[in-house]
């Protein structure tokens, strides 16, 4: 299982920079195997906040920006995005945001202490439309699994999507019998956007298009 189909990207000038001079002071150099010191990584043992596939990373470094208590933890393999992330993250004069550029899954499995997270996030990953591609839809009994494992208990993991059909699988799978999640808002229910959200340019595109936003929250057991 993984979390991603790779889509190389070239980087702008800018971008190439931020490989060079920021990657060192913010991004991490994980190795597959070990499991991250996050105490170390931030230099605190604050509450963490890990989001998978940031895209072009705003949204992630309006939130880090608007919520300086928590440590967030960004993991995302397309390049150009990574490399967009770190710019912002120098702009806005970050101190509690650090990247990832690796796959989130063996992250969850290998990298993350169990327990360790408060709040996972998963906005608008690839919805894989076809019927012959569902399979390749990151929310599964198994991916579950590994959220379970690093949230504490009564963590957080928050997802949305503008994919009706996609939104609807997602909620069979969070609320089937052996899943180690409930719903926040209820059996059956998607949750109103948080205010904590900010509005991403892949959600205002898709109500552009039409497409009702859905958002999932649900606590581990």
Not at 21 to 42: I, N, Q
Request: glycine share 10%.
């Amino acid at each position: 299982m993984r979390s991603f189909v790779l889509r190389q990207g070239r980087l702008t000038a800018a971008q190439e920079r931020a490989f060079v001079d920021l990657w060192p002071r913010y991004g991490v150099d994980w190795v597959p195997g070990t499991p991250l010191d996050l105490a170390a990584l931030f230099g605190d043992a604050g509450p963490v906040v890990l989001e998978i596939g940031f895209g072009n990373g705003d949204s992630l470094a309006a939130m880090a920006a608007a919520a300086p208590s928590h440590r967030w933890l960004g993991v995302e393999v397309h390049g150009p995005g990574v490399g967009h992330l770190l710019l912002e993250i120098e702009q806005r004069g970050l101190t509690n945001l650090r990247v990832v550029r690796h796959d989130a899954v063996e992250l969850l499995t290998e990298g993350l202490p169990p327990g360790s997270v408060e709040r996972v996030q998963l906005f608008f990953p690839d919805p894989w439309p076809k019927l012959r591609h569902h399979k390749r839809r990151i929310l599964t009994p198994a991916f579950l699994d590994l959220l379970a494992r690093v949230l504490a208990p009564g963590g957080v993991f928050h997802a949305a999507t503008d994919w009706e059909h996609y939104a609807a699988q997602m909620l069979e799978v969070l609320e089937a019998p052996a899943s180690p999640f409930e719903n926040a808002a209820g059996p059956g229910q998607f949750a109103p956007r948080p205010d904590a959200r900010p509005l991403t340019r892949f959600e205002q595109r898709g109500e552009r298009l039409g497409h009702q936003v859905r958002d999932l929250v649900f606590r581990r057991k």
